[in-house]
C-alpha cells in the first residue's frame, strides 16, 4: 500500500457539529481520507454519515469545525466550491435529470462551447463522454436518455461525471443498495482503478463483507460523533459491530414453526418468460423464504399475487376461495400487504409527518367518527414503532424527507406492520437498514408470524433468509427450481438451486 500515515490527507474535517431543529446530527464528528484509499465510514441509521458528507461536498455548512484539503483550511461555501477543489459525490438517492442524455448530465452547466461560445459543441461532449465510459470500461451510449437506464448504469454516469470533474477525492454513499452482484463486481473494477491513480474513496455501506474487500480503514460513527478509525484487513467485524451499536444484539436464533391451515395457494402462476409456471402454498403462522440471485422473478411473483401486474395464467385462492385480484386494492381488501422493494416510489409520502406515513394506509382503524381521526391513538401506535425499530427522528411530526434514508425504510416497514393484515409478503425487507435494526425486524417479523399472520420474505441476502425462513423456495430464471428445510438449507444448496437452469 502505499498510504502511509504521514501522508497529508487530501481532505480532512475534524471538531465538526451540526444541529438542526431538534436534532444534533452531529456532534465533534472528524474524518480523514488519504490519496489511494478506500476509507469506509459505517454507522446505524441517521449516525450522521450522509449528513458529514454533505457538509464534506458544501451542500451543508457545519455550525462549528475545520475543513482541511491537502493541508490548506478551507471554506466549502457551497456545493460548486467543494468540486472545484476536486470533491465528488455519488449520492445516496442518486441526482440525475431523467429526460437529459447521459452526456448532458455529465456536462450540465459547463457545456463545451463552439462559434464564439453562442453554441454547445454536442459533438465534443459526446466524445468526451465516450472516452470518459471508455476508461471506465462501460458499455454506455452517451446519447440515451438517462430515465431509461438501470440504477446501476445510472450509477456509472454518475461516476462517470464525477471523473469528468478529475476529482481526487469520490465519496458514494450506499452505492451497491439497488445494483446486482455483477454490476457490484464492475463497480469494484472501477474503484480499484481509480484507487491505483491514486484517487480517495469514500465509501459508506452497511455490508460488513464489502468492507472486508475493499475498504483500507473503517471509521464508526455512533449518534454524529466520531467513535474510532480501525485498518480494515485486521480488524473483526464483530468489533466494528460493537462499536456501531454500542450495545449487546439480540442473538441470531434460527426461526423454527410449521404453521397451519393454508391460506395462500398459488397454483400454475405464469407471466411471460418472468413467471414461469409458479406453484406454492404459504400456511398461518409461517415465514416463507423466497431465495434466488437478483432477477430470478421473485419480486415478479410478489406483483402478481398483489395485483400490481396481470398474470397470463394461474390461480389464486385466499383462504381456500380461488380470487381475481385485479389491483393492490383488491388485495388489501383481501388481507395482504407487500412492502415492495422500491420503497421510494410505493411506500412514502415524503412531504408528510413521520406519523401520518405509519399510520396513513390504516387510518379507517383510528377513526372515531366518520370525519374525525383519533390524534392520540394515532400518534401512540406510530410511538411504539418508532421505540420498537429505533427510528431516529425528533418527534412523530418531523417530516419524513428529513430523516436519514435508513429511517425512512424503517418508516415503511412500520405502517405495513400496523396494519391488519393477514398475508404479508416483504421485499427486502432490510435494504439499506443497520445492523441493530436488522435485529429488531427480525424479531418482530417472528412474532408476526406466532402471533398467526402468514409472511413471505423475498431477501438477496443469504443470512438473512436462512435465519428467518421456516421454509425456503429457490427460483431461478422464473421458475421454482427447489424447496429447502431445516439442515437442507445452507448458503451453498440455495446457490446450488438459485444458478439451476
Ligand atoms: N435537513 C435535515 N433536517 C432535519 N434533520 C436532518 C436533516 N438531515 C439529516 N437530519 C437528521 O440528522 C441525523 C443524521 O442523518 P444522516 O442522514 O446523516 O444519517 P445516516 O448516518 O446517513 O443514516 P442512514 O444509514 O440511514 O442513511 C438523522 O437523525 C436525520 O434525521
Ligand atoms: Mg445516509
Redesign the pocket.
Known sequence: MHNTSDTVPLISVEAIHKS??G?K?LVNARFDLRPGEVHALM?E???????LMKIMTGIYQPDAGEIHISGQKVNLSDPRAAQALGISIIH?ELFLMNHLTAAQNIYIGREPRKGFGVFVDEAKMRADTAALFARMKVDLDPDVEVGTLTVARQQLVEIAKALSFNSRILIMDEPTSAINDKEVEHLFAIINDLKAHGVGIIYIT?KMDEVKRIADRVTVMRDGQYIDTLPAATTDMSRIISLMVGRELADATRATGQGGDVVLDVKNLNRGRAIRNVSFSLRKGEILGFAGLMGAGRTEVARAIFGADPIDSGEISIHGVTQAIRSPQDAVRLGLAYLSEDRKHYGLVTSMTVGDNVTMSSWPRFTRSRVFMNDARMSAAANDYIQKLRI??PSVDQETR??????QQKIVISKWLLRDCDILIFDEPTRGI?IGAKAEIYKLLQSLADQGKAIIVISSELPEVLRLSHRILVMCEGRITGELTGRDATQESIMTLATQR
Open positions: 438542526f431543529p436534532v446530527a454507522g441509521n441517521g449516525a450522521g454519515k450522509s449528513t445516496q452497511h431516529k427522528t428529513l430523516l436519514s434514508g435508513g429511517n443497520d
